[in-house]
């Protein structure tokens, strides 16, 4: 760990030290966290000198923040095509938090069936686990699902109550055919709820138009900073019960006899809430949407050049689907060198940063590995027993519309 940066800024590049020299930084990261653009650092600082407590003071900057709150809420909805009379958006710390949110507020039983896929991330899986037993699609040795599988699932299982699928995968950037999937949920009645955290930041989502009922996306994966996610769905989910969080400004009277909630989405937002991440979450989503089509051509040449330049490299195997429609994500392993020791190596040798390890969806990653249930049982063993050394994983490379194509060429060159 280092309390100081290991390089300094030079422009809007990093510079790292590399073997006595430096080199440019090649950020390759992009599928865990984007760093803020300058269009959302602007509104940030425009901003900050005029925060206040929202929906409480009654002074010239609290009415102003208050206002700012509720507008960035009403371009959340814009950007995501939600129609602002029957949706609520909530800004929640993140896609992790609003699916816990999503998850506890339609009060499932243990009797209720949720229906998802073996691509979720940990985040779109625990909080469904939690409250739900749960109906897994599986995928096939590429790491994809087709429509007809989600559909035998939803008939197969008795009365699901929720259809919870990815957006797009954060390992192998492929996307399921969503709006296939939604309308096929829709039709039996099933809430859809959708992670979009990889999604959202790449591809336009509509909500209105997709069948899609829930939304759950973060800003600090479209370059916004931590703190604030967005969780879209309907006001009706919220318009009864307790909310995920108790508190302070949740609630029109308590007495200790009894407590009136307040309407949504008040109702979910107890506690002073993060009036600049949300600010700022705006600015990336109006960011964003201005800019689809450019991001998007860009993004699509960067999943040809990354095929293209790990093609070339001896004894390396691609984890997911080489060809479709996909995220600018790939994961790989390399014949007879374990995952820790790429990552580092294209650190320290080459200023590169990506990511290693299991990325936080395990059984997606087991079954993209082709492992074993022995093998499995082994990796319990080991990250039980604290061998962290030991356990299966792969290299994941990420970009977005930022990264340039020169930074694929030297991945190319380092591996
Ligand atoms: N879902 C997916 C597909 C993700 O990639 C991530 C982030 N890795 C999450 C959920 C969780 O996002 P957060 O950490 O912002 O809660």
């Given at each position: 760990?280092?309390?100081?940066?290991?390089?300094?800024?030079?422009?809007?590049?990093?510079?790292?030290?590399?073997?006595?020299?430096?080199?440019?930084?090649?950020?390759?990261?992009?599928?865990?966290?984007?760093?803020?653009?300058?269009?959302v650092v602007r509104a940030v600082q425009d901003f900050l000198p005029w925060y206040s407590s929202v929906h409480r003071g009654a002074g010239a900057k609290s009415r102003y923040s208050s206002a700012r709150y509720e507008e960035a809420r009403e371009t959340v909805l814009r950007f995501v095509g939600a129609d602002p009379a029957t949706h609520v958006a909530l800004f929640p710390r993140n896609t992790t938090e609003a699916l816990n949110v999503v998850?506890?507020?339609?009060?499932?039983?243990?009797g209720d069936v949720v229906v998802t896929t073996a691509v979720e991330h940990h985040a779109n899986l625990l909080p469904w686990r939690r409250h739900a037993q749960l109906r897994v699609v599986d995928v096939d040795r590429r790491g994809v699902f087709d429509v007809a599988a989600v559909v035998a699932a939803l008939d197969e299982t008795p009365r699901p109550r929720v259809l919870a699928v990815t957006g797009a995968s954060n390992i192998t950037g492929w996307a399921p055919d969503l709006p296939a999937v939604a309308a096929a949920a829709r039709e039996r009645g099933v809430l859809v709820v959708v992670d979009g955290a990889q999604l959202v930041p790449h591809r336009p989502v509509t909500l209105a138009a997709s069948g899609i009922d829930v939304l759950a996306f973060s800003g600090h994966?479209?370059?916004?900073?931590?703190?604030?996610?967005?969780?879209?769905?309907?006001?009706?989910?919220?318009?009864?019960?307790?909310?995920?969080?108790?508190?302070?400004?949740?609630?029109?009277?308590?007495?200790y006899e009894e407590v009136l909630w307040a309407d949504?989405?008040?109702?979910?937002?107890?506690?002073s809430p993060n009036v600049v991440g949300a600010v700022a979450l705006a600015a990336a989503a109006e960011e964003l949407a201005a800019d689809r089509e450019t991001r998007r051509g860009r993004e699509d040449a960067l999943v040809r050049a990354l095929d293209d330049e790990l093609a070339t490299v001896p004894g390396l195997r691609r984890l997911g689907p080489t060809s479709g429609d996909r995220l600018p994500v790939a994961a790989f392993t390399?014949?007879?060198?374990?995952?820790?020791?790429?990552?580092?190596?294209?650190?320290?040798?080459?200023?590169i940063g990506v990511r290693n390890g299991c990325f936080c969806a395990h059984p997606y990653l087991t079954r993209l590995l082709g492992l074993s249930d022995d093998e499995v049982r082994r990796f319990h063993a080991d990250a039980r027993a604290d061998r962290y050394d030991l356990l299966p994983g792969a290299v994941r490379v990420s970009c977005d519309a930022t990264t340039s194509p020169a930074d694929i060429t030297v991945l190319g060159e380092a591996l």
């Open positions: 760990a280092a309390s100081r940066p290991l390089g300094r800024l030079v422009g809007d590049d990093v510079e790292v030290p590399v073997g006595g020299a430096t080199r440019r930084y090649v950020d390759l990261d992009a599928a865990a966290t984007t760093s803020a653009s300058a269009a998850a506890f507020r339609l009060a499932l039983t243990r994966k479209m370059h916004a900073p931590f703190g604030a996610g967005a969780l879209v769905l309907p006001r009706r989910l919220l318009a009864d019960g307790e909310p995920f969080l108790v508190g302070g400004g949740a609630v029109r009277a308590v007495s949504p989405p008040d109702r979910d937002d107890a506690g390399l014949d007879g060198v374990p995952h820790g020791r790429v990552a580092t190596w294209l650190a320290d040798g080459y200023g």
